[in-house]
């Protein structure tokens, strides 16, 4: 209510009065608009901490699930060691994570009678690893099942850059991690199934979908938790780090140095033989084993002789 102009008469106390009250109702009008604006503001701003003290809690919970290392359970020499099971199957060495910041651990050879220690640096793109697998893969379980050899399997990612941007080798070794942490009477099993119809170098591998199907396939338990650690590549920098090591340090247990993949081991002999003549490789492995056997067995000495009385 307004009031003004020469020709209108001075508004009357009355009139003062009523013009004051309006004015202060629009104030309290505009405070208690002001007053919800603050409350709603404020309650969202309690939603958002809420939210966020929520996403922080699931975080810590999660991040106390997850294995306790950059590498995979019963992988703590870059490799998982295969043995012969109880149930006469394929067992394993178990080892905890390699802790955050730490180099591996060699793995101790078993040196009890003319075993064989077999050692593998892979890759699962490499064509000449699959030629190598598919030649061999019955002779080492067989041997592993019988206790006549152990196998240590690393894989590495040398041939990361050859999958058509989808960094195959990483994702596929991360797996075979996965699997290692999680359900390892199966690794050989998941091995075998990876280089079972091998994708081509330069090719872009399998899909992480397609990994998951393999290990479902191979008949790898915990399926869940190994699907999930395949889709997080849980095991990246692991992996990236294994890979240099391989690549750059002395192999352990022997004199020799990464030569390309396959790299093969036998009781710290490199194989270098055919990678597709069974016969060769199981030769070779048997004489490694025999020698090494040798090399345990105490020197007799030469028997006293009697000096002759004078």
């Known amino acids: ?128 690893c699959g030629q190598f697998e598919q030649a061999n893969a019955d002779t080492i379980r067989t041997m592993v099942e019988e206790g006549a050899a152990t196998v240590e399997v690393h894989p590495i990612a040398m041939l990361n850059n050859k999958s058509a941007g989808t960094q195959y080798s990483l994702r596929a070794a991360n797996a075979a991690g996965c699997v290692a942490e999680y359900d390892p009477t199966s690794f050989l099993d998941f091995n075998e199934a990876l280089f079972a119809d091998q994708p081509e170098e330069l090719s872009t591998g399998l899909t992480n979908d397609q990994l998951k199907q393999r290990a479902k396939d191979a008949g790898v338990g915990s399926l869940g938790e190994i699907e999930s650690c395949i889709d997080d590549v849980r095991f990246k920098g692991w992996v990236n780090d294994a890979t240099t090591r391989a690549m750059t340090e002395q192999l352990p247990n022997s004199d020799e140095n990464l030569s390309g993949t396959p790299t093969v081991l036998v009781n710290g002999l490199p194989y270098q033989g055919s990678i597709s003549d069974p016969d060769e490789f ?20 030469p028997a006293p002789t009697e000096t002759p009385a004078g």
């Open 1 to 128: 209510m307004t009031y003004g102009g020469p020709n209108q008469p001075r508004p009357t106390r009355n009139q003062r009065r009523d013009a004051a009250r309006e004015k202060a109702r629009a104030l309290r009008e505009q405070q208690k608009k002001r007053e919800r604006r603050n409350k709603v503001l404020l309650q969202g701003g309690i939603i958002v901490a809420v939210v966020v003290v929520a996403a922080l809690v699931v975080t810590l919970i999660m991040q106390s699930v997850k294995p306790a290392g950059p590498g995979p359970k019963n992988m703590a020499s870059d490799g998982i060691v295969l043995t012969a099971g109880e149930d006469g199957g394929v067992g394993y060495v178990e080892t905890p994570a390699i802790p955050a910041g730490e180099k591996p651990t060699p793995s101790e050879p078993d040196t009890s009678g003319d075993i064989a220690n077999i050692v593998m640096y892979i890759d699962y793109l490499c064509p000449y």
């Open 282 to 301: 199981r030769s070779f492995v048997q004489q490694a084993a025999a020698a090494s056997y040798s090399e345990q067995l105490p020197t007799e000495s």
